[in-house]
Nanobody, 129 residues
Framework: QKQLVESGGGLVQSGGSLRLSCAAS????????VGWFRQTPPGEPYKGVA?????????YYVDSVKGRFTVSRDNAKNTVYLQMDNLKPEDTGVYAC?????????????????????WGKGTLVTVSS
């Protein structure tokens, strides 16, 4: 069964750091573009935060996280990461990873959910002021 499972969320003070992990099971993540998406507040649509291509050589970030977040992947571990530094209260939300085998670009994947066929359930990040 194809699954994406996120971990690493939690409560952190403003200015702190967290590293999220997205572990794939039931399939090989090497063949998939992967993105991180944030939902805030609850019930709102997920919005793209960072997306990465197959070998990690190309990355896209939404403007609000540029210079603070880093997306990376370790295909040998079948895992994609999101390192979040200098966190702000507005970064609070549920973070989910998503995967696609075919996209127009990693920007369209992040901005328009282009080609996504798998979603994780998400992990909650809370940043206190």
């Amino acid at each position: 069964q194809k699954q994406l499972v996120e971990s690493g969320g939690g409560l952190v003070q403003s200015g702190g750091s967290l590293r999220l992990s997205c572990a794939a099971s039931g399939f090989t993540i090497d063949d998939y573009f992967v993105g991180w998406f944030r939902q805030t507040p609850p019930g709102e649509p997920y919005k793209g935060v960072a997306c990465i291509n197959l070998n990690g050589g190309h990355r896209y970030y939404v403007d609000s996280v540029k210079g603070r977040f880093t997306v990376s992947r370790d295909n040998a571990k079948n895992t994609v990461y999101l390192q979040m530094d200098n966190l702000k209260p507005e970064d609070t939300g549920v973070y989910a990873c998503a995967a696609s085998r075919s996209i127009a670009s990693i920007q369209t994947m992040c901005d328009y959910h282009n080609g996504i066929d798998s979603w994780g359930k998400g992990t909650l990040v809370t940043v206190s002021s």
